[in-house]
């Protein structure tokens, strides 16, 4: 008797009604009580033995197709899937979905889908990413109006965003107020704190993986929303039917409009615009070209203006090459520019990076037990510290540029996930990266090496003079690193319904944010690893235990992060437009840890869920030596992003066809901060003296948002679809604490802390529509 065979089930899901690709989807063979997952392209490979099988194509929030194939060779089955018109059977659909959540070895991650996104109400009735992830355990702001977020104590340069792979270095427009982020381009995100995948490098804390929609490949519909402050356009639809799509949308806020009627010159306002081109050569070919674009701009009456935001291009190609590789090559170029004109000196001072990033990405699906990634990517960086040049011919500044810098990081990877037993699977992956640090114009030269020198006497650092100045072409490198990155991850399944999880990484960081600020803004400047600058090196575990319940699951993670090399920077640190940045830094480590709780709901009426962190993020920089003193004597001290206690809840109910609501409450402890504890006078000046480093917090940060969506229905049914959302932030009008400062009080001479409050209570109402 003959040796029964296997062959391959293979292909591609969609969204019926307009060709999307779809992320996550499940396909399942209950006979064989085995199944596969759609990757990022919506791709699927499952090897199955010779026969005929029950196959089920299952994603929440969209209606099963269930097809019988009878398998004698190798098969391509595309597949599209219907949009849910009714209550789906949610016992059987969610309990398989469930169960191969509790399966993957996978942890410390959340998936959102972009209609999720618009059901959580934030400030300005703007739809926001950023916001809502916030929302999630171990995931936090520096608070109202701040740029960047962070990720188990992390700091917000510790994070890759990437958009359809190209990275972001800058997530927010107005300050915070918004993200980059159009809601209504977005297909799909993944935010991995921890249990990073070999596949992903370059930052020690997180990666926010985001993918755009591709374009409706079957008909044309344009999708919006009117706001108070901003409003934004998305069309899409076939350059050829079911196989050539785009998509191009904007967004841009216009409140400055209505400044001069209140004799206001100030102007902010954003604008960005999102835009994809999809083509499917034929069954084994798909190309696409996607790109981003944003720029703030601000203009201070007549004494400045500037203007900031990211630029991407991307060009890919998904090649099949057989029923069981797939590959993904990936052309990047990403820039990110900061430009500030100050009028009353008469100069513009113009800064950045960019990089071009070469990729090519494998999935190899060996067996149903065994699938395995590999690739490559070489990323080529130009840091333009800063360039000033004078905007009149009357300005008594001369034109000079800081010193160019450049570099190159390459990485080879690989990871395979297997199923050891029916309860144990293993995620393992290896990554070496490299980085070079490339010849420049100006290279400075200390005695020993040692850019930043100790008075012991005065107890101070002090910047070190240069003995020589050289150069080196752009073909030398001055200084190259090389890392292996280890990963596992491991879960192990308990019963049906639960499971624990254990995950290590190790992640390299070559870049750095300079700045000592709590968030970033868009003055600071990244600068390479080189001489004097090394890698920041992470190494995170964590453990956890997975339970689904019948409608709701539960998570609890614990986590230990150390990263070493982490800057820091000497006291009254001179950073802005520094040709020799090294001479103030000093380089410490960093470590958080923490506890973290998720239940979450995604079935019924009522959906959402209850996060909760208790955590701690500490930073040391001690001396070199043992005569230093190092930065706050050596001693551990809270870095500006801790937060003992972060408690979130997010709820969205459905009452009817008309109407749903929304909620959301927000309780963090208070941000780190230095207060001035006394003041001596020298030479007639007063000088403030100031406690150890972040040893006081600001108040208790809280705040409760709303909304309510109204769709109104016609007796027919109509093309056009339009809905309104009234949304209120923080209800009870907290006014939480942006910053403490110090002054004297003109009237008594007393010093007196005076507090700054973002936002107090914020109504809005928009207006969304689609056909």
Not at 354 to 370: A, C, E, P, R, V
Not at 371 to 391: C, D, H, Q, W
Not at 447 to 459: F, R, S
Not at 611 to 627: D, F, M, N, V, W
């Amino acid at each position: 008797m003959s040796a029964q065979k296997d062959f391959t089930l293979s292909g591609t899901v969609t969204e019926s009604d307009n060709g999307e690709t779809m992320i996550g989807v499940n396909i399942l063979i209950p006979s064989l009580q085995t199944g596969a997952v759609t990757n990022g392209y919506g791709f699927y490979s499952i090897k199955l033995p010779e026969g005929t099988h029950e196959i089920i194509y299952t994603s929440l929030g969209f209606e099963d197709y269930t097809e019988t194939i009878t398998l004698n060779g190798n098969v391509t089955k595309n597949i599209g899937l219907a949009v849910s018109t009714q209550s789906l059977d949610e016992v059987i659909i969610e309990t398989d979905v469930e169960k191969r959540s509790i399966k993957t070895p996978q942890m410390s991650a959340n998936t959102l889908k972009a209609s999720t996104i618009k059901k959580i109400p934030v400030v300005l009735g703007e739809a926001d990413l950023i916001k809502v992830i916030a929302l999630l355990p171990g995931v936090t702001t520096a608070g109202e109006g701040a740029s960047g977020f962070n990720v188990r104590g992390g700091a917000a340069d510790q994070n890759l965003i990437l958009l359809d792979e190209a990275t972001l270095y800058n997530s927010s427009h107005l300050f915070g107020f918004f993200s980059v982020f159009n809601p209504d381009a977005i297909k799909d995100i993944t935010l991995y704190k921890g249990g990073i995948p070999a596949r992903y490098g370059g930052r020690v804390s997180s990666v926010l993986d985001i993918y755009q929609k591709d374009g409706n490949k079957q008909d044309f519909h344009a999708t919006g929303g009117i706001g108070l402050i901003a409003s934004r356009l998305l069309l899409e639809g076939p350059i050829v039917k079911e196989k050539a799509s785009f998509l191009v949308g904007g967004r841009s806020s216009y409140a400055h409009l209505f400044l001069p009627l209140f004799d206001n010159d100030n102007v902010a306002y954003f604008y960005d615009l999102n835009a994809k081109l999809s083509y499917d050569l034929n069954d084994n070919n798909k190309l696409y070209l996607s790109g981003y674009f944003g720029r703030d701009v601000f203009n201070i009456s007549d004494l400045f203006s500037n203007s900031f935001g990211n630029t991407t291009v991307n060009l890919r190609w998904n090649h099949l090459y057989n029923e069981s590789l797939f590959s993904n090559l990936s052309v990047i170029f990403s820039d990110y520019y900061y430009g500030l004109e100050l009028k009353f000196v008469e100069f513009q001072f113009d800064s950045g990076v960019q990089n071009f990033n070469l990729k090519y990405d494998f999935t190899n699906y060996i067996s149903n037990k065994f699938k395995m990634r590999y690739g490559l990517n070489s990323i080529y960086y130009k840091f333009n510290a800063g360039e000033v040049t004078p905007t009149t011919e009357t300005s008594g500044v001369n034109p000079f540029k800081l010193t160019e810098k450049f570099a190159l990081e390459n990485a080879l990877y690989v990871e395979g996930e297997l199923e050891v037993s029916k309860k144990i699977n293993i995620q393992a992956g290896l990554r070496y990266s490299t980085f070079n640090r490339l010849g420049q114009t100006e290279i400075n030269v200390y005695e020993n090496d040692n850019p930043i020198l100790y008075n012991q006497p005065l107890d101070i650092y002090q910047k070190a003079t240069p003995i020589d100045t050289i150069s080196a072409s752009r073909g030398t490198t001055l200084k190259s690193f090389g890392y292996l990155e280890p990963r596992l991850a491991l879960a192990y399944q308990l019963n049906d319904e639960s499971s624990l999880k254990a995950s290590y990484n190790r992640t390299t960081q070559y870049i750095h944010l300079i700045s000592n600020t709590t968030s970033p803004t868009p003055f600071d400047i990244y600068a390479p690893s080189g001489q004097f600058i090394e890698p920041q090196i992470g190494d995170q575990v964590a453990v956890g235990y997975f339970r689904n319940f019948e409608n709701f699951s539960f998570d609890v993670e614990t986590y230990y992060k150390k990263i070493q090399n982490r800057l820091d920077y000497v006291d009254d640190a001179d950073l802005i437009a520094n040709n020799a940045i090294e001479q103030v830094l000093l380089s410490g480590d960093a470590r958080a840890y923490g506890l973290e709780f998720l239940v979450r709901k995604t079935t019924g009426k009522l959906q959402g869920w209850v996060s909760y962190t208790l955590a701690k993020s500490e930073q040391r920089t001690p001396g070199r030596t043992a005569i230093e003193t190092g930065i706050n004597n050596g001693e551990w001290y809270n870095t500006a992003w801790d937060r003992l206690h972060d408690f979130s809840a997010t709820a969205q109910y459905e009452l009817n066809s008309k109407w749903s609501f929304g909620a959301n409450f927000i309780y963090q402890s208070g941000q780190p901060t230095t207060y001035p504890t006394g003041q001596y006078e020298y030479q007639g000046v007063t000088v403030p003296v100031y406690e150890p480093r972040n040893s006081s917090r600001l108040s208790q940060f809280h705040h409760l948002d709303v909304s309510a969506t109204w769709s109104p229905k016609t007796e027919v049914e109509r093309r056009w679809k339009g809905e309104w959302v009234f949304s209120v932030y923080n209800l009870y009008n907290r006014s939480n604490a942006a910053s403490v400062s110090f002054r004297e009080n003109t009237d008594t001479g007393m010093n007196e802390a005076v507090r700054l409050s973002i936002f107090g209570i914020v109504p809005s109402i928009t207006y969304n529509f689609k056909f």
